[in-house]
């Protein structure tokens, strides 16, 4: 994708996320994303071609800007690092959620956010498969099942986070989550 082109789609990704933290994801029309965004109707279909394509791609975008920093050693946005060692993985995620990376916030918090939430939690599973779930079958249960539990848990765990005001650091989120998922599958 050329300059032009990604600065298009960053422009229909912002008015969209502008318009879903003001009214629920059903309720929009392409026509006000359109103006929004301030691009003719034939530009938007050139990127997508219908509301539900483009909340998908959004998701994947916003989800993959998350794991790609949080995957990245080198990465680490100043956040605090413990005795020299870089911060978790989930840490850092808890930690781009928090600074609103992408808009995320508006996403997992706006009117209608099952669907960002559902591609969420399916995205998660392989970050939750290599921190948390062993690669050895666990004889107790099948390695889907504690994937999804997993990956469940961190889902509503930053529900809970942004009900609350987000009052809790990312470590200390990130020990709890640590603490109870580990005792759970151990």
Known sequence: MDRRQLKTRNAIFEAYI????EKNYNKISIQEIIEKANIG????????????ELLDAL??????????AATDVHHTHGHA???????????????HIKENDHKILTLLSCEGNEYFLHVFKDNLENLMLVNYVSKEENPLFP??????????SFVEMIQWWIKNG????????????STVILKGIR
């Open 81 to 95: 690092q413990k005795e020299g060692k870089p911060n978790s993985i989930v840490c850092h995620m808890l930690y």
């Open 143 to 152: 390695k889907d099942f504690l994937l999804n539990h997993v990956s469940g």
């Open 41 to 52: 109707r034939s530009t938007f279909y050139s990127h997508f071609q219908t509301r539900d």
């Open 166 to 177: 987000l009052k809790e650091t990312p470590e200390q989120l990130d020990e709890w989550f």
């Open 59 to 68: 998701c994947k975008d916003v989800f993959h800007h998350i794991t790609e």
């Open 18 to 21: 502008s318009l879903i933290s």
